[in-house]
Nanobody, 126 residues
């Protein structure tokens, strides 16, 4: 059973930084993706940043240059370093993941994430 547990959210002022963490357990295969989504009140969930097991990363245009996704300790912990936070970054942030035994398949967490954490709230004040 895959479990994802987020931490690190909080309330900050615009321009400040936060580091989110996602502790992952139960993942089995070496071909996987992990990433972060966020959902602001009244808005649809959107992808923020993703990482595949080959180390490649991708970012939403709205966060490029301000956000860094990284993995510590094999696939046990995923972090999201967010700098220069803005009020529009406010939302619930969810860690997500997917894995497959098919070595040749390139997973897209943006579309294929099927494991989700409970979320951690990020609030940025002007």
């Amino acid at each position: 059973q895959v479990q994802l547990v987020e931490s690190g959210g909080g309330s900050v002022q615009a321009g400040e930084s936060l580091r989110l963490s996602c502790a992952a357990s139960g993942m089995t295969y070496n071909n996987y993706c992990m990433g972060w989504f966020r959902q602001a009140p009244g808005k649809e969930r959107e992808g923020v940043a993703f990482m595949n097991s080959d180390g490649t990363t991708s970012y939403a245009d709205s966060v490029k240059g301000r956000v860094t996704i990284a993995q510590d300790g094999a696939k046990n912990t995923l972090s999201l370093q967010m700098n220069s936070l803005q009020p529009e970054d406010t939302g619930m942030y969810y860690c997500a993941a997917a894995e497959t035994r098919v070595v040749s398949w390139r997973l897209s967490c943006q579309n294929e994430a099927n494991y989700w954490g409970q979320g951690t709230q990020v609030t940025v004040s002007p």
